[in-house]
């Protein structure tokens, strides 16, 4: 694969999907049930904004640079904000987690963390990276595969599957991947992340979605319309098994982004494929 995450860490898409992934972390990990975790596109697990990819692309600063500056932003970020913090050692830095990071930082001891990455560069990267967490592993291998292996082993099991959409079958993919997972463990949670180029491809994917199951939470943000597929002109988490006390928040980021950082005619909006 050529896609490397370093030039869009920290951009809007990132912001809506660290911050709902924090709240799911945050609400799943509140009882003793221990949680499995599988990521199946983990990547190098943080990131310097200070490099040459990320000053290329500039999403950075029109992202988390943003979000750093806001005097309004909602208190669904602040988990957020203080992870870069932390990452920064308390000052105005130039690193930003990955979800490896945050999700490390925010498990128990007696949880576990599989994390898949198979770009030979950024595996050493995260293989360092999780290191210091005992109950983590990074593994170079099938994130897509790992997840159906994995699934419903070691207590309630969270998916994050974030793909690149690089390859022709990603689509297909995570929805195959949900039906093995839910086959399974029906108690499952799993957490989708899709870019929106253009409505007829995301539509496509919830069709497909819905032939697993029919009740699935859509939070999709819109940084400007849908008219130039060849640009990511928004993002989308798809959650299944979500627990409804992280609706709010889920909206709640979703819509301030929307609001902050879009353009004329974007829009942040949260439903139901059930509905």
């Not at 599988?38 to 992202?63: C, F, N, P, V, W």
């Not at 690193?95 to 490896?100: A, E, V």
């Not at 400007?224 to 597929?229: E, G, Q, T």
């Amino acid at each position: 694969m050529n896609y490397r995450h370093a030039f869009h860490a920290g951009n809007f898409a990132d912001l809506q999907k660290h911050a709902i992934l924090l709240a799911l972390l945050a609400a799943l990990t509140k009882d003793h049930t221990p949680l499995a975790v599988i990521d199946t596109h983990a990547g190098a697990g943080a990131y310097d904004l200070g490099g040459d990819m990320a000053r290329k692309s500039g999403e950075a600063q029109a992202g988390i640079g943003r979000l750093l500056t806001a005097t309004d932003a909602p208190p669904v970020f602040d988990a957020l904000l203080a992870a870069v913090r932390r990452l920064n050692k308390g000052e105005t830095g130039p690193l930003y987690p990955g979800s490896p990071v945050l999700i490390a930082g925010a498990l128990r001891p007696t949880d576990r963390y599989t994390a898949c990455e198979l770009r030979p560069d950024d595996f050493a990267t995260l293989s360092a990276t999780l290191k210091p967490y005992a109950f983590a592993q990074a593994s170079a291998a099938d994130g897509y595969a790992t997840a159906r292996s994995l699934a419903g082993k070691g207590g309630r099991t969270l998916v994050l599957i974030d793909p690149p959409f690089e390859r022709s079958d990603d689509y297909a993919q995570v929805v195959a991947t949900v039906r093995a997972v839910l086959d399974k463990a029906r108690t499952a949670v799993l957490a989708i992340w899709l870019p929106l180029k253009d409505l007829e491809t995301f539509d496509a994917f919830l069709r497909s979605l819905q032939t697993v199951t029919d009740d699935a939470l859509v939070a999709e943000l819109r940084l400007r319309p849908l008219h130039d597929p060849m640009k990511m002109n928004g993002c989308a988490m798809v959650l299944i098994g979500a627990p409804p006390a992280v609706e709010p928040a889920i909206a709640e980021a979703t819509r301030w982004l929307a609001g902050a950082l879009g353009q004329a005619g974007g829009s942040g909006r949260t439903w139901r494929t059930a509905a």
